[in-house]
């Protein structure tokens, strides 16, 4: 097979050369990538608005609620570190679930500067009847996934990320927020 391209498509504007088999092959690539880029995203929207639709919040402060019912006393430094965010996206969430009287913030006995964070009596109701996983579909998918393949993933979105020019601030917030 010639690596020459074939004619131009004639009467269209800013046509192209016909691509080569190799060339379509690649094309066909990129949409099947990006089909998979949309399942991800639509898996990971669908069961955020399955968390609304059952209990009324987001996943990420649903997430937050878990977590903080999993380790009572938990404080905010340690949560924002759980859950890999920064300590005011942490805070943010926290001051939410608060005026929805599910957490309650109380001074540390040994740090008075230091905050302990116990989840209230619906709070439980709630994570009760919440879809799981609770920190999320794709942070569970990732934790299944064995260490070759998900270094491979890091490398490789890293590598579209850098393409993409993306802000990388954009790590540190929550997908269910």
Known sequence: MSSKKGPVAKGLPNAKPRATAGEDAMAE???QVLRRF?????????HFRQVEKSVGIGGAQLWALSLIQAHPGIGMGDLAQ?????????????KALVEQSLVVVSKSETDGRAVMLTVLPAATRLIKKAPAP????????????????????????????????????????????
Do not use: C, W, Y
Request: charged residues 25%.
């Open 134 to 177: 609770f920190a999320g579909v794709l942070p569970d998918a990732l934790a299944r996934l064995d260490p070759a393949t998900l270094k491979r993933l890091d490398k490789d979105l890293g590598k579209v990320i850098a393409l993409l020019e993306a802000d990388e601030r954009a790590a540190n917030t929550p997908l269910g927020q």
């Open 38 to 46: 949309r399942i991800v995203f639509n898996a990971v929207k669908t």
């Open 82 to 94: 759980a859950m890999d965010v920064h300590q005011s996206t942490a805070s943010n969430l926290v």
């Open 29 to 31: 690539t990129q949409k």
